[in-house]
């Protein structure tokens, strides 16, 4: 191998995943993935309950993790959803979970603790509370 060539990879740019906020892309890969199995509403109670017990101060690189798994459950059920959204509650919980879905966009690592730390919680109350919405309306069926 000479001096000058490269090593293979070096000049590949590092580029992070970003998630589609458009709800109609998602379907259009849930389907491509043929995916005929129920939301599984366990795991993303086990996740909620997990992010919602957290005690201060976790690690930065857990509360990373578990931002990411909330992000993709609320993804999910908003994409799923099918129900009423005429209700004014229905609509202002649409709203924050797509305010938070951006607001995951604007976080990186340099964002504070903290700030990560409170939007995971947030994400985590408002996945179950449209977990909820969306097995009452299920129900109802």
Known sequence: MTANRRTPGTHWRHQT????????????????????????FATISNTVTE??????????????????????????????YDGDTDAPATLALHRDAYRLLALCDTFDADTPPL??????RALAETTRSFADLHVTEGSDR
């Open 51 to 80: 992010a919602l017990a957290a005690q201060l101060p976790p690690e930065r690189a857990w509360v990373d993790i578990i931002t990411l798994r909330l992000r993709g459950h609320l993804q999910l059920l908003l994409t799923e």
């Open 115 to 120: 700030h990560a730390y409170e939007l995971m």
């Open 17 to 40: 995943p970003t998630f589609t906020q458009d709800p109609q892309t998602l379907r259009r890969l849930l389907a491509a993935l043929n995916r005929d199995h129920p939301i599984d």
